[in-house]
């Protein structure tokens, strides 16, 4: 096997499993996050606070997923 084919090879595990460290926590909050907003749905005065909480989630899931697509590498 020449050197650039196991470059090639090293470099794909190595970015599933930055996208794996990386997506797993942040999918991890997402879910605990709904959850929480949720649990918030039933209690009146906090009501209207859900739909921003849902706003966060998202924007922290975005904002890690394109931070991990340009600094992955730079990130381990």
């Given amino acids: 096997m020449s050197e650039k084919e196991e470059q090639k090879k090293d470099s794909k595990l190595y970015s599933r499993f ?3 460290v990386v997506v797993g926590p942040l999918l991890f909050f997402f879910g605990l996050t709904m959850w929480v907003a949720d649990f ?3 209690f009146g005065p906090w009501r209207e606070v859900v739909p921003v909480i849902i706003l966060f ?3 922290f899931f975005i904002a890690g997923v394109f931070l991990r697509s340009k600094f992955g ?4």
Avoid: H, N
């Fill in 18 to 20: 930055t996208w794996v």
């Fill in 57 to 59: 989630a998202v924007a």
């Fill in 73 to 76: 590498r730079l990130m381990l």
């Fill in 40 to 42: 918030l749905e039933d």
